[in-house]
């Protein structure tokens, strides 16, 4: 049987729901480099967080906190992430701003290479018109995202190789986190 991949995405229409500030030390000082988070690979501990309130409401079980969009994840949703691809992510626990529930910061810690160019929507590369050297031949727009799942080998969560926006989960960790009830998860099949 083939493998099934989503885009583990927030839903943004869940009422009421809170939003989540960028990641803070313990101090409140900010963090040197938030977009460490998003970028499929290992990272250091970066110690004790903080994450603010940007503004108040329903606690969800997995936000994309700040303008870095640092996954932020509730226990029972890292749960699923430490049994089930442990090798694939790390999980370091943060202090939400306003609550005493254990939360952790969910760094994807794999990249892949395996957007299917021609079976998604639109794709559009960085080029040297475009002047940003460092991005040339990265992914500047992609829709109606595809992958090609036989590049994908053992990994189970993951971020795409010149895309590193989505998180990329196998079906069995969706249907996993479907069971813990993940209040702000969406799930597209990609």
């Given at each position: 049987?083939?493998?099934?991949?989503?885009?583990?995405?927030?839903?943004?229409y869940?009422?009421?729901?809170?939003?989540?500030?960028?990641?803070?030390?313990?101090?409140?000082?900010?963090?040197?480099?938030?977009?460490?988070?998003?970028?499929?690979?290992?990272?250091?501990?970066?110690?004790?967080?903080?994450?603010?309130?940007?503004?108040?409401?329903?606690?969800?079980?997995?936000?994309?906190?700040?303008?870095?969009?640092?996954?932020?994840?509730?226990?029972?949703?890292a749960?699923?992430?430490?049994?089930?691809?442990?090798?694939?992510?790390?999980?370091?626990?943060?202090?939400?701003?306003?609550?005493?529930?254990?939360?952790?910061?969910?760094?994807?810690?794999?990249?892949?290479?395996?957007?299917?160019d021609?079976?998604?929507a639109?794709?559009?590369?960085?080029?040297?018109?475009?002047?940003?050297p460092?991005?040339?031949?990265?992914?500047?727009?992609?829709?109606?995202?595809?992958?090609d799942?036989?590049?994908?080998?053992?990994?189970?969560?993951?971020?795409?190789?010149?895309?590193?926006?989505?998180?990329?989960?196998?079906?069995?960790i969706?249907k996993?986190?479907?069971?813990?009830?993940?209040?702000?998860?969406?799930?597209?099949?990609?």
């Amino acid at each position: 049987m083939e493998r099934r991949f989503f885009d583990l995405s927030i839903d943004v229409y869940v009422p009421g729901r809170w939003y989540l500030a960028e990641p803070r030390n313990r101090d409140g000082q900010k963090i040197e480099d938030i977009w460490q988070f998003i970028d499929g690979r290992r990272v250091e501990d970066p110690g004790p967080l903080l994450i603010p309130m940007f503004r108040p409401g329903k606690p969800i079980d997995i936000e994309f906190a700040g303008a870095g969009q640092t996954p932020i994840v509730s226990a029972p949703v890292a749960s699923v992430f430490r049994e089930l691809a442990s090798s694939d992510v790390q999980l370091f626990p943060v202090e939400v701003q306003g609550t005493a529930e254990p939360y952790y910061l969910l760094n994807v810690a794999r990249t892949v290479r395996c957007i299917d160019d021609s079976a998604c929507a639109e794709v559009r590369l960085w080029t040297p018109e475009n002047r940003q050297p460092e991005k040339v031949g990265q992914y500047r727009t992609v829709s109606g995202l595809r992958i090609d799942k036989s590049k994908v080998s053992e990994e189970r969560v993951f971020r795409l190789w010149g895309w590193s926006s989505p998180i990329i989960i196998d079906e069995e960790i969706k249907k996993a986190l479907e069971r813990t009830g993940c209040l702000g998860g969406r799930f597209d099949e990609v």
